[in-house]
């Protein structure tokens, strides 16, 4: 069983960053593949980024790429997401999830059902 708390989120002008959080509960947090998804109101949750459970292998959906960075520091049990660049359409409810299927260091997932446990979530609001 793992929990997951996100942290992170609020308010910035468009072209700004923001550091992302989300932190786990549990022994085993290296033993899970993580990602981060967002969903903004009317629309399906969409994959934004997936993190090897070693953290040598990343994922980004193309909108996102070059601007958003995953990484995981396994010692503290967290994940993070680092946004640069932000748009006003990158304004959704972020949640991180962790995904316990497979064994390989090298394994990623990029689709929600792929992923047992999630996180409430935290608001980003990217004004123009």
């Known amino acids: 069983q793992v929990q997951l708390v996100e942290s992170g989120g609020g308010l910035v002008q468009a072209g700004g960053s923001l550091r992302l959080s989300c932190a786990a509960s549990?022994?085993?947090?290296?033993?899970?593949?993580m990602g981060w998804f967002r969903q903004a109101p009317g629309k399906e949750r969409e994959f934004v980024a997936t993190?090897?459970?070693?953290?040598?292998?990343?994922s980004y959906a193309d909108s996102v790429k070059a601007r958003f960075n995953i990484s995981r520091d396994n010692a503290k049990k967290t994940v993070y997401l680092q946004l640069n660049g932000l748009k006003p359409e990158d304004t959704a409810v972020y949640h991180c999830?962790?995904?316990?299927?497979?064994?390989?260091?090298?394994?990623?997932?990029?689709?929600?059902?792929?992923?047992?446990?999630w996180g409430q979530g935290t608001q980003v609001t990217v004004s123009s």
């Open positions: 999830a962790a995904a316990g299927r497979g064994y390989s260091s090298s394994s990623i997932y990029t689709k929600p059902y792929e992923y047992d446990y």
């Open positions: 549990g022994r085993t947090f290296s033993s899970y593949v």
């Open positions: 993190i090897s459970r070693s953290g040598g292998r990343t």
